[in-house]
């Protein structure tokens, strides 16, 4: 007996159609897992000429590399799947992408129409799942609906506050082929708007009588490309400027009026900057970056919002005046209009020179394990201006938010919406395809490399030149920080690693251990000269944390 060829994608398929929209709205590259459901999208992507499918070895990886490309680029990141499982395990990253206002488009698979409507295999309401972790989930209903719902998908993700966004692509409709013939629509970008007259005069009204005023970026100004306006504004004005995690380097940290970034779990020095302050400028920042309880506790500060949209209700964060439009706008006008200068920069110098204090310590720190303030100056050393960094969330992210020094944006990355762990080794992957100039470096902790070290396969494959550098304690790290500083004792944290160096080899990664503290910056620099992909595994002493926080406690006031 012979087996019926199996039909195969046509161009004239809904599945090449969903390409041709994917190629209209300028995306390069998908990240994804095939499957089943949606093998004829996969099909029809190994036809184009101008979008890369980048195959992972799992789909939550797929979603930080989209995350991280869309933060990069600020264009969406795209991540795809097949159904049930394969679409949960984009959930997270799709999550992480929502809350750190980055634009992703995620699209998975689904059960044909006929049988999404009853008990089936594989079939959960995605687009239910979805919902509390996107602005838009969505389900493809009928075939002449894909050009209208991909334009809306990416519209939306890359709207004012840019956020995740998902489409279901029931196997049926991939499959469809339409009566007559469909095209992706055409693309009309919003474009910056110029803040309000009326609020401009009030605004400026309330900094023409501030005492010190602070400004602090978030990521919403690294996101609108208003570091060059930052600089005019604190120049002219002579105001000192602070930068939430998000917001690192959109004001470069070498700069006299630069505050650092603020939102470490105790009253750090750049806090000394807000306690002082009586009016804040908040250039892009969002309340989920960190509780604005951090930096204006009595809530008796008055503040001016400047951002595409307003502000979120927050009894520690009373807007005076909302100057809704482009921040990059919004500063130079308000510049503008205020005729007279301020002395409150004159105050960043020494709480610069507390840090500069504290980092230049650590470079002198030969102690092995490692000091986690040698690490931060090593990898500082060890990259350009413009070489980007991914923190993943663990101890290391705290002590690279607090010290790392950065001088342009997107070029030292945290997760500081959602906080996940394990976004930073296929994060890298994102941030070299999105910036392939530059040289990509992942630090991460041993228990979020574990997370996710299988995408050193897909880098390896696919020629990604990266460093990963794994700081190693055997145990969640942040969590014993935050166990014995609230509780006086740690339990359920330690844990085994496998030999870090044969792992990455056994992928075709160099490998590499650091046997004493002075072998860190050159293990550094000849990884970030390989055109390849390279592990290095480097313990640290965490003692230090403790230290920090009972520092930070009894630290006085540096003016």
């Given at each position: 007996?012979?087996?019926?060829?199996?039909?195969?994608?046509?161009?004239?398929?809904?599945?090449?159609?969903?390409?041709?929209?994917?190629?209209?709205?300028?995306?390069?590259?998908?990240?994804?897992?095939?499957?089943?459901?949606?093998?004829?999208?996969?099909?029809?992507?190994?036809?184009?000429?101008?979008?890369?499918?980048?195959?992972?070895?799992?789909?939550?990886?797929?979603?930080?590399?989209?995350?991280?490309?869309?933060?990069?680029?600020?264009?969406?990141?795209?991540?795809?799947?097949?159904?049930?499982?394969?679409?949960?395990?984009?959930?997270?990253?799709?999550?992480?992408?929502?809350?750190?206002?980055?634009?992703?488009?995620?699209?998975?698979?689904?059960?044909?129409?006929?049988?999404?409507?009853?008990?089936?295999?594989?079939?959960?309401?995605?687009?239910?799942?979805?919902?509390?972790?996107?602005?838009?989930?969505?389900?493809?209903?009928?075939?002449?609906?894909?050009?209208?719902?991909?334009?809306?998908?990416?519209?939306?993700?890359?709207?004012?506050?840019?956020?995740?966004?998902?489409?279901?692509?029931?196997?049926?409709?991939?499959?469809?082929?339409?009566?007559?013939?469909?095209?992706?629509?055409?693309?009309?970008?919003?474009?910056?708007?110029?803040?309000?007259?009326?609020?401009?005069?009030?605004?400026?009204?309330?900094?023409?009588?501030?005492?010190?005023?602070?400004?602090?970026?978030?990521?919403?100004?690294?996101?609108?490309?208003?570091?060059?306006?930052?600089?005019?504004?604190?120049?002219?004005?002579?105001?000192?400027?602070?930068?939430?995690?998000?917001?690192?380097?959109?004001?470069?940290?070498?700069?006299?009026?630069?505050?650092?970034?603020?939102?470490?779990?105790?009253?750090?020095?750049?806090?000394?900057?807000?306690?002082?302050?009586?009016?804040?400028?908040?250039?892009?920042?969002?309340?989920?970056?960190?509780?604005?309880?951090?930096?204006?506790?009595?809530?008796?500060?008055?503040?001016?919002?400047?951002?595409?949209?307003?502000?979120?209700?927050?009894?520690?964060?009373?807007?005076?005046?909302?100057?809704?439009?482009?921040?990059a706008q919004s500063l130079d006008a308000l510049a503008a209009s205020v005729d007279r200068t301020f002395s409150g920069a004159d105050g960043a110098c020494p709480i610069r020179e507390l840090l500069a204090e504290e980092l230049a310590g650590g470079r002198r720190d030969d102690s092995f394990p490692l000091a986690p303030e040698r690490v931060v100056a090593d990898v500082r050393e060890a990259l350009g201006r413009e070489d980007i960094v991914l923190a993943d969330t663990g101890a290391g992210k705290m002590w690279m938010a607090r010290?790392?020094?950065?001088?342009?944006?997107?070029?030292?990355?945290?997760?500081?919406?959602?906080?996940?762990?394990?976004?930073?080794?296929?994060?890298?992957?994102?941030?070299?395809?999105?910036?392939?100039?530059?040289?990509?470096?992942?630090?991460?902790?041993?228990?979020?490399?574990?997370?996710?070290?299988?995408?050193?396969?897909?880098?390896?494959?696919?020629?990604?030149?990266?460093?990963?550098?794994?700081?190693?304690?055997?145990?969640?790290?942040?969590?014993?920080?935050?166990?014995?500083?609230?509780?006086?004792?740690?339990?359920?944290?330690?844990?085994?690693?496998?030999?870090?160096?044969?792992?990455?080899?056994?992928?075709?990664?160099?490998?590499?251990?650091?046997?004493?503290?002075?072998?860190?910056?050159?293990?550094?620099?000849?990884?970030?000269?390989?055109?390849?992909?390279?592990?290095?595994?480097?313990?640290?002493?965490?003692?230090?944390?403790?230290?920090?926080?009972?520092?930070?406690?009894?630290?006085?006031?540096?003016?």
């Amino acid at each position: 007996m012979t087996t019926a060829p199996k039909p195969q994608s046509r161009p004239d398929d809904i599945a090449h159609l969903l390409v041709r929209c994917l190629e209209a709205e300028g995306v390069t590259h998908v990240f994804g897992v095939p499957g089943e459901e949606n093998i004829r999208f996969v099909d029809a992507l190994n036809a184009s000429d101008s979008v890369r499918y980048v195959l992972v070895r799992h789909e939550q990886g797929a979603s930080f590399m989209a995350e991280i490309y869309g933060r990069i680029t600020g264009r969406a990141g795209v991540c795809s799947a097949t159904l049930g499982p394969g679409a949960i395990n984009l959930l997270l990253g799709t999550a992480d992408a929502q809350t750190n206002s980055t634009p992703l488009v995620a699209i998975a698979a689904q059960g044909g129409l006929d049988r999404v409507h009853k008990e089936s295999h594989q079939v959960i309401d995605l687009t239910a799942m979805f919902a509390p972790v996107t602005q838009w989930s969505r389900q493809v209903m009928s075939p002449g609906a894909v050009p209208e719902m991909v334009r809306q998908a990416f519209k939306t993700a890359e709207s004012e506050r840019p956020g995740a966004v998902f489409l279901a692509v029931p196997e049926d409709i991939e499959a469809a082929v339409p009566a007559t013939p469909l095209a992706p629509l055409p693309i009309n970008r919003a474009r910056p708007e110029a803040p309000s007259p009326a609020q401009l005069v009030r605004a400026a009204e309330v900094l023409a009588a501030a005492e010190r005023p602070v400004v602090l970026a978030g990521h919403g100004a690294a996101r609108s490309d208003s570091a060059a306006a930052l600089l005019r504004f604190a120049e002219k004005l002579n105001v000192p400027v602070a930068t939430t995690f998000h917001g690192k380097g959109v004001f470069p940290d070498d700069h006299p009026n630069a505050l650092g970034a603020v939102g470490f779990m105790r009253h750090d020095y750049t806090n000394f900057g807000f306690d002082r302050a009586d009016v804040l400028i908040c250039v892009g920042y969002e309340l989920q970056e960190f509780d604005p309880v951090k930096i204006n506790p009595r809530g008796d500060k008055q503040i001016l919002h400047l951002h595409h949209f307003p502000a979120e209700v927050d009894s520690h964060y009373p807007v005076a005046v909302g100057l809704t439009g482009d921040p990059a706008q919004s500063l130079d006008a308000l510049a503008a209009s205020v005729d007279r200068t301020f002395s409150g920069a004159d105050g960043a110098c020494p709480i610069r020179e507390l840090l500069a204090e504290e980092l230049a310590g650590g470079r002198r720190d030969d102690s092995f394990p490692l000091a986690p303030e040698r690490v931060v100056a090593d990898v500082r050393e060890a990259l350009g201006r413009e070489d980007i960094v991914l923190a993943d969330t663990g101890a290391g992210k705290m002590w690279m938010a607090r010290l790392y020094p950065t001088y342009e944006p997107n070029t030292c990355l945290l997760s500081n919406g959602l906080s996940t762990m394990g976004f930073a080794v296929p994060g890298a992957i994102g941030a070299h395809l999105a910036r392939p100039g530059r040289r990509v470096l992942a630090m991460t902790g041993d228990g979020a490399f574990l997370m996710n070290s299988q995408e050193l396969e897909t880098a390896v494959r696919e020629h990604i030149p990266m460093t990963v550098l794994v700081l190693v304690d055997d145990e969640y790290g942040l969590i014993t920080w935050k166990m014995e500083l609230e509780l006086g004792r740690h339990a359920h944290t330690r844990f085994g690693n496998p030999d870090l160096v044969a792992y990455a080899e056994s992928f075709g990664a160099r490998g590499h251990a650091v046997k004493s503290a002075d072998e860190l910056l050159p293990t550094l620099r000849s990884a970030l000269d390989h055109d390849g992909v390279d592990v290095i595994a480097c313990p640290v002493d965490y003692a230090a944390n403790l230290r920090l926080t009972e520092r930070l406690g009894s630290v006085q006031e540096p003016f």
